[in-house]
């Protein structure tokens, strides 16, 4: 199972929004809707952000939010802040009690 | 309040197996089940395989299949890891993480993280 497609590195100003992109295939992302989103701080675990493709769990802002497009899903972050900055990752099922995590991606608040 | 709780870091040698354990708390261990993922310093996240805390049944990733062995002790909430034969690559942080009550396809609660460190 190959990892799910993310840009290494997204960046944007205080303020304004940014979209990360995940890419995966017909068995993964493009047949369920089964995609997570998760926030890493350095030296931290990762934190839930968005499941089932665009809903967010109970406590996370609702400056994120996610979508999904065929075999690609996307978080977008709006209103950015300094506390933003972080790796995130998307994960999605891949059938038959699998998952398959992204590549991660660094988003820097400039 | 919910948490999972893992056991300290290890350093092995190449070659040797390891055993990381997980407790639950604050919710019914049987529920719910339990995900490891690992990270190799400065990589991304690996999903490692899945455990039923309810009834046992696991799945590992293709990969790590024959190295890898997942349990449960529900007399005290603890999840159970294992991986032989460790290499250098196995080098990484490893993490339980709740399947989230809500949604099979998310993992709401994590682990603190336990280091591995396979060096001769």
């Known amino acids: 199972q190959s990892a799910l497609t993310q840009p290494a590195s997204v960046s944007g100003s205080p303020g304004q929004s940014i979209t990360i992109s995940c890419t995966g295939s017909s068995s993964d992302v493009g047949s369920y809707n089964l995609v997570s989103w998760y926030q890493q701080h350095p030296g931290k675990a990762p934190k839930l952000m968005i499941y089932?493709?665009?809903k967010r769990p109970s406590g996370v802002s609702n400056r994120f939010s996610g979508s999904k497009s065929a075999n690609t899903a996307s978080l977008t972050i709006s209103g950015l802040q300094a506390e933003d900055e972080a790796d995130y990752y998307c994960c999605s099922f891949a059938g038959s009690s699998t998952y398959v995590f992204g590549t991660g991606t660094k988003v820097t608040v400039l | 309040q919910v948490q999972l709780v893992q056991s300290g870091a290890e350093v092995k040698k190449p070659g040797a197996s390891v055993k990381v354990s997980c407790k639950a708390s604050?919710?019914?261990?049987?529920?719910?089940?339990i995900s490891w993922v690992r990270q190799a310093p400065g990589q991304g996240l690996e999903w490692m395989g899945w455990i039923s805390a309810y009834n046992g049944n696991t799945n590992y990733a293709q990969k790590l299949q024959g190295r890898v062995t997942m349990i449960t002790d529900t007399s005290t909430s603890t999840a159970y890891m294992e991986l032989r034969s460790l290499r250098s690559d196995d080098t990484a942080v490893y993490y339980c993480a709740r399947h989230s009550g809500t949604s099979a396809g998310a993992f709401d609660i994590w682990g603190q993280g336990t280091m591995v460190t396979v060096s001769s």
């Open positions: 604050g919710y019914t261990f049987t529920s719910y089940g």
């Open positions: 089932e493709g665009s």
